[in-house]
């Protein structure tokens, strides 16, 4: 990129989206603090090249290790590995997955694939991103670290590995301040890195906040290394920029170099009429037929503008019938991945559309209900809809539910 380019950095703020704008090669500067919860309602954007920070709740993150340090063979690896969890992205989707290297050694390299959430309505902004990464990737942190602040509502947290990102994680706590149940799945995120190879015990943890109340005890208390707080500081690009690019993105950009080549075929075939006119005398001009036929030529041009437009509105009424992601069979799958094994739970009733469910059940004991709730919570595949779980009842087969979740409309 050239020094003189001016950015424009969509960034997941703590309640809502923020704008960030500088030249490449300089410190950014915050432009606006939104309260807009998705890209899609962002309006008056700056000029510049867009970059789109997807949040951490978007992504799924696997750190593995590799026996290899052949680079042709990582995409591969990553892929398997991403299959045997299960983890398959929707090819139609565009490339929603990318590769980062985080420690090589010889014949041994420690890699983080990530998993992009194909973007729903209203996940992008009305002008079309020129690129995307991570939100965590543009908060680098020196040494083994541990970095923890909220976005959008809900607190995530990042690990580091001398200054390269291992992991990171949007969990389901929205308190005031990190509490013991925050504290909790961070260590369980340490733990399964071990699993895998990659011992990570962070020197630093830092808390990036903008409340002045907030209390770190719970941290301190769950963790050796000392707690900071502080503002979070200003992004940066991350560097390289990821390859990720969603579907209607890429389409847009095939749809703006189609319409490029008509406007350039266009005005070819303009100049050899042009040409043609020129060569000619003055009399061909005065051919009624010629005219008329020209003026049909761009009468018949004019409307493909207004037909893609229709076809575009057709398509996204029909969305919710041909989407994968809205078919209750597909949402029934996600929500039954939910209920915790060998529990007893199981559901009576469950009325399932692309914008709402209602789920009744039973279950013997009541900790398989709360885990089921909380499992529901924390699923990025049904992370679209807000989900009410009121307190159980007790009968006599056990503990009764009725859970309802539904889609929030703008």
Same mark, same amino acid.
């Given at each position: 990129?050239?020094?003189?380019?001016?950015?424009?950095?969509?960034?997941?703020?703590?309640?809502? *989206?923020?704008?960030? /704008?500088?030249? /490449?090669?300089?410190?950014?500067?915050?432009?606006?603090?939104?309260?807009?919860?998705?890209?899609?309602?962002?309006?008056?954007?700056?000029?510049?090249?867009?970059?789109?920070?997807?949040?951490?709740?978007?992504?799924?993150?696997?750190?593995?290790?590799?026996?290899?340090?052949?680079? +042709?063979?990582?995409?591969?690896?990553?892929?398997?590995?991403?299959?045997?969890?299960?983890?398959?992205?929707?090819?139609?989707?565009?490339?929603?997955?990318?590769?980062?290297?985080?420690?090589?050694?010889?014949?041994?390299? %420690?890699?983080?694939?990530?998993?992009?959430?194909?973007?729903? $309505?209203?996940?992008?902004?009305? #002008?079309?991103?020129?690129?995307?990464?991570?939100?965590?990737?543009?908060?680098?942190?020196?040494?083994?670290?541990?970095?923890? *602040?909220?976005?959008?509502?809900?607190?995530?947290?990042?690990? =580091?590995?001398?200054?390269?990102?291992?992991?990171?994680?949007? /969990?389901?706590?929205?308190?005031?301040?990190?509490?013991? +149940?925050?504290?909790?799945?961070? #260590?369980?995120?340490?733990?399964?890195?071990?699993?895998?190879?990659?011992?990570?015990?962070?020197?630093?943890?830092?808390?990036?906040?903008?409340?002045?109340?907030?209390?770190?005890?719970?941290?301190?208390?769950?963790?050796?290394?000392?707690?900071?707080?502080?503002?979070?500081?200003?992004?940066?690009?991350?560097?390289?920029?990821?390859?990720?690019?969603?579907?209607?993105?890429?389409? +847009?950009?095939? $749809?703006?170099?189609?319409?490029?080549?008509?406007?350039?075929?266009?005005?070819?075939?303009?100049?050899?009429?042009?040409?043609?006119?020129?060569?000619? =005398?003055?009399?061909?001009?005065?051919?009624?037929?010629?005219?008329?036929?020209?003026?049909?030529?761009? %009468?018949?041009?004019?409307?493909?503008?207004?037909?893609?437009?229709?076809?575009?509105?057709?398509?996204?009424?029909?969305?919710?019938?041909?989407?994968?992601?809205?078919?209750?069979?597909?949402?029934?799958?996600?929500?039954?991945?939910?209920?915790?094994?060998?529990?007893?739970?199981?559901?009576?009733?469950?009325?399932?559309?692309?914008?709402?469910?209602?789920?009744?059940?039973?279950?013997?004991?009541?900790? +398989?209900?709360?885990?089921? =709730?909380?499992?529901?919570?924390?699923? /990025?595949?049904?992370?679209?809809?807000?989900?009410?779980?009121?307190?159980?009842?007790?009968?006599?087969?056990?503990?009764?539910?009725?859970?309802?979740?539904?889609?929030?409309?703008?």
């Amino acid at each position: 990129m050239s020094k003189n380019t001016q950015n424009v950095l969509l960034v997941p703020g703590e309640s809502g *989206w923020e704008i960030w /704008t500088g030249l /490449t090669g300089s410190a950014l500067e915050l432009h606006e603090v939104t309260a807009c919860e998705r890209p899609g309602d962002l309006t008056n954007l700056p000029s510049g090249d867009l970059l789109l920070l997807f949040p951490v709740k978007a992504i799924t993150a696997l750190p593995m290790r590799v026996t290899s340090d052949d680079t +042709a063979l990582f995409p591969d690896l990553a892929a398997l590995h991403a299959e045997r969890l299960g983890l398959r992205p929707d090819p139609m989707a565009g490339q929603l997955t990318d590769l980062f290297v985080i420690a090589r050694e010889a014949e041994n390299t %420690a890699l983080l694939s990530v998993l992009l959430r194909a973007p729903g $309505e209203g996940d992008m902004p009305s #002008r079309g991103p020129k690129s995307f990464d991570l939100s965590a990737r543009a908060y680098p942190l020196a040494g083994d670290s541990l970095a923890i *602040w909220k976005e959008l509502g809900r607190w995530v947290f990042s690990l =580091s590995h001398q200054g390269n990102l291992v992991y990171c994680q949007a /969990t389901s706590g929205t308190s005031s301040s990190p509490d013991e +149940a925050l504290a909790r799945e961070i #260590r369980l995120a340490l733990i399964q890195l071990s699993l895998q190879g990659l011992e990570i015990e962070p020197s630093r943890i830092v808390v990036w906040t903008n409340s002045e109340n907030l209390n770190p005890a719970a941290l301190a208390a769950g963790f050796k290394a000392p707690v900071e707080i502080s503002a979070r500081p200003a992004p940066t690009l991350p560097d390289p920029i990821s390859k990720l690019l969603p579907a209607d993105v890429r389409a +847009a950009r095939r $749809e703006a170099k189609r319409r490029q080549n008509i406007m350039v075929g266009v005005a070819a075939v303009a100049t050899l009429y042009l040409t043609a006119i020129g060569w000619f =005398s003055y009399g061909l001009w005065k051919d009624s037929a010629l005219t008329q036929k020209l003026k049909q030529q761009a %009468a018949a041009a004019a409307p493909e503008g207004q037909a893609y437009a229709t076809h575009m509105e057709k398509w996204d009424e029909l969305s919710p019938a041909v989407e994968l992601t809205n078919s209750p069979v597909d949402i029934l799958s996600r929500i039954a991945a939910c209920i915790p094994s060998n529990s007893g739970l199981r559901l009576k009733t469950a009325e399932i559309s692309g914008t709402e469910i209602k789920l009744i059940g039973e279950a013997p004991q009541l900790q +398989a209900v709360n885990s089921f =709730s909380l499992n529901l919570d924390k699923n /990025t595949d049904l992370a679209q809809f807000d989900w009410q779980t009121p307190e159980p009842n007790q009968s006599t087969r056990g503990w009764e539910f009725v859970f309802s979740g539904d889609i929030p409309h703008p």
